[in-house]
């Protein structure tokens, strides 16, 4: 069983900062990439930023929407994963859920997920 503790979410104004965090516990056999997804009510989950869990810097991957406001970060040691978002917009109120992508040693990846915490951006 792998949990995801998500903790950073809250209510803030127009061209505020707010960070995220994200730790696995459990038992993992390999992490290949932990991120972040978003989704409002009636929309499609979607990635707002994902980052390899490679050893050493992993290759962080972001929707045109967030770069070059969001930074995405790790920490293997203590599986964990960051999200400082900065300059924020209210099309970036939803709620955000953590991403674990578990390897299986054979070919397929196993999708963890986090309960969601819900960021409000007013105008």
């Known amino acids: 069983q792998v949990n995801l503790m998500e903790s950073g979410g809250g209510s803030v104004q127009a061209g505020e900062s707010l960070s995220l965090s994200c730790a696995a516990y459990?038992?993992?056999?390999?992490?290949?990439?932990m991120g972040w997804y978003r989704q409002t009510p009636g929309n499609p989950r979607e990635l707002v930023a994902d980052?390899?869990?490679?050893?050493?810097?992993?290759?962080?991957n972001y929707s045109d929407s967030v770069k070059g406001r969001f930074t995405i970060s790790k920490d293997n040691s203590q599986r964990t994963v960051y999200l400082d978002m900065k300059n924020l917009k209210p099309e970036d109120t939803a709620v955000y859920y953590c991403?674990?992508?578990?390897?299986?040693?054979?070919?397929?990846?196993?999708?963890?997920w986090g309960q969601g915490t819900q960021v409000t951006v007013s105008a």
């Open positions: 991403n674990l992508k578990e390897g299986s040693g054979w070919g397929y990846n196993y999708d963890h």
């Open positions: 459990g038992n993992i056999f390999v992490i290949k990439s």
């Open positions: 980052i390899e869990f490679r050893i050493g810097d992993g290759v962080a």
